[in-house]
Nanobody, 126 residues
Framework: QVQLVESGGGLVQAGGSLRLSCAAS????????MGWFRQAPGKEREFVAAISYYGASTYYGDSVKGRFVISRENALNTVYLQMSSLKTEDTAVYYC???????????????????WGQGTQVTVSS
């Protein structure tokens, strides 16, 4: 069982930056691929970014490419999402998720992830 706790959300003006953190309870954090997803009110959950076990591979949703960076620090059992050039449309609850194995193309599929955090709210004002 893996417990995930997100932090770092808040209110920021458009064009600003935030860094989200996700702390994991996993004894072997490096055994998990990690992802960030978000969900805005009235919208479906959206893939944001994902990172492989040791960070060798990273993936991004089209709407955040070039603005967001995912990283991880396995010694701290933590994955990060650095968000820059924030837009009002980035407003959402952001969730981190963990899974042991990605199958072909599954890094972007929320239902493939086994463990989820409770989410952290990010609000971008104009």
């Amino acid at each position: 069982q893996v417990q995930l706790v997100e932090s770092g959300g808040g209110l920021v003006q458009a064009g600003g930056s935030l860094r989200l953190s996700c702390a994991a309870s996993a004894h072997t954090f490096s055994s998990y691929n990690m992802g960030w997803f978000r969900q805005a009110p009235g919208k479906e959950r959206e893939f944001v970014a994902a990172i492989s076990y040791y960070g060798a591979s990273t993936y991004y949703g089209d709407s955040v490419k070039g603005r967001f960076v995912i990283s991880r620090e396995n010694a701290l059992n933590t994955v990060y999402l650095q968000m820059s050039s924030l837009k009002t449309e980035d407003t959402a609850v952001y969730y981190c998720a963990a899974v042991g194995t990605w199958y072909s193309g599954s890094y972007a599929k929320g239902h493939e992830y086994a463990y989820w955090g409770q989410g952290t709210q990010v609000t971008v004002s104009s």
